[in-house]
C-alpha cells in the first residue's frame, strides 16, 4: 500500500528544501502544503500537538522566535498558548512537519529516521 505523505513547510526554508530534495531521491511522492500560501490547518495543528507536543514545534533558534520580544516568547507556557502563536506566525513552527500517516507525525529533518518511515 503506497503512504500519502505530507509535507508542511515553508519553499525558502533551507531544512525543508533538503528534506524534500531528500524525499525526490527517494522517489517519494510527496504532498506539500506552504504555510505562507495555505496557512497552518488548525485540525492539523491540534494533532500534532497530540503527536509530538507543542514544545517540539515552536522553532525557539529560529529568526522568528528571536525577533520575538521578551514578553511574546515568556508568554509560550503552555499548549493553548503555543497554539495561538504557531497559528498566528506560522514561520514559528520548526520545520517540517512530515505526516507519514494518520498517526505517524514528524518534526524537522533526519534522514535515518525517515528512511524507517519509507
Not at 43 to 52: I, S, Y
Request: with cysteine; proline share 3%.
Amino acid at each position: 500500500m503506497k503512504k500519502s505523505i505530507t509535507l508542511y513547510g515553508i519553499p525558502n526554508c533551507d531544512t525543508v528544501k533538503k528534506a524534500r530534495a531528500w524525499l525526490a531521491e527517494q522517489a517519494v511522492e510527496v504532498t506539500f502544503h506552504d504555510f505562507k500560501k495555505q496557512g497552518v490547518p488548525e485540525q492539523r495543528l491540534d494533532a500534532w500537538m497530540a503527536a509530538v507536543g507543542w514544545a517540539k514545534l515552536v522553532n525557539r533558534q529560529g529568526t522568528t522566535w528571536r525577533k520575538l520580544d521578551a514578553a511574546a516568547q515568556a508568554a509560550v507556557t503552555d499548549e493553548q498558548s503555543a497554539r495561538a502563536l504557531m497559528l498566528a506566525q506560522p514561520s514559528i513552527i520548526k520545520r517540517p512537519v512530515v505526516e507519514w500517516s494518520a498517526s505517524e507525525v514528524t518534526v524537522g529533518f533526519d534522514a535515518t529516521d525517515w528512511a524507517r518511515q519509507l
